[in-house]
């Protein structure tokens, strides 16, 4: 049982390029999100899903894009990538989005934007 | 805007003692409040969730209370061990969506 992974690890992209931040979970959770977290800030909702085919919007969801064909992913797309978009990325997933669901995390992608 | 203050900022403690840490929260309607704990490089790791109804909840040397009166929660680490060292995200959920609003987290280094 591999949780939540994400894909990759770090990652250094050149401003206006594009690239897919990828993330799985084999635990059959329905509710699947990601956020970004910058230091000195807590973590910041980007977009998020409730199932298969349903995504919406976060806090902060400008220059992203998400979709959700299966259960089981949920990519994270950067359009035409900017320096402010160098953070730390986390994907969660949890069985629903119900008051006392658990969030289960990945170990995150660094991203650097030059 | 639903805020989540944590303190404090960062401490460090002597291996084998106790510490608590500090969370206040104006984020309304209330709905629960949980703490995680993040390892460096990882993500965080769920410790507890506790609703309106609940003022304390156990997870081994780790345990956390909440006065919904006073918006107020703290987490207490027992005896603590070098594998406590980490940040420890207090995260307040919100009404009917469960909105998460996340604190920026308490830095915990322990030392030998």
């Known amino acids: 049982n591999a949780g939540v992974t994400q894909t990759p690890k770090f990652q250094v992209l050149k401003t206006g390029q594009s690239m897919t931040l990828q993330c799985a979970q084999d635990?059959?959770?329905?509710?699947m999100s990601w956020y970004r977290q910058d230091p000195g800030m807590g973590l910041r909702l980007i977009h998020y899903?409730?199932?298969?085919?349903?995504?919406d919007q976060g806090e902060v969801p400008n220059g992203y894009n998400v979709s959700r064909s299966t259960t089981e992913d949920f990519p994270l797309r950067l359009l035409s990538a900017a320096p402010s978009q160098t953070s730390v990325y986390f994907c969660?997933?949890?069985?629903?989005?119900?008051?006392?669901?658990?969030?289960?995390f990945g170990d995150g992608t660094r991203l650097s934007i030059l | 805007k639903n805020q989540v203050e944590q303190s404090p900022q960062s401490l460090i403690i002597l291996e084998g003692k106790n510490c608590t840490l500090q969370?206040?929260?104006?984020?309304?309607?209330?709905?629960?409040l949980r703490w995680y704990k993040q390892d460096t490089g990882r993500g965080p790791v769920s410790l507890t969730i506790?609703?309106?109804?609940?003022n304390t909840k156990s997870n081994g040397r780790y345990t956390a209370t909440l006065d919904a009166d006073t918006k107020q929660s703290s987490l207490h680490i027992t005896a603590s061990q070098l594998s406590d060292s980490a940040s420890y995200i207090c995260?307040?959920?919100?009404?009917?969506?469960?909105?998460?609003?996340f604190g920026k987290g308490n830095q915990v280094v322990v030392i030998p």
């Open positions: 899903s409730v199932g298969a085919g349903i995504t």
């Open positions: 969370c206040n929260y104006t984020v309304s309607p209330f709905s629960n």
């Open positions: 995260v307040v959920s919100a009404g009917g969506n469960n909105r998460l609003a």
């Open positions: 506790m609703t309106f109804s609940e």
């Open positions: 969660a997933s949890s069985y629903s989005r119900g008051p006392n669901q658990p969030q289960h």
């Open positions: 635990m059959n959770h329905e509710y």
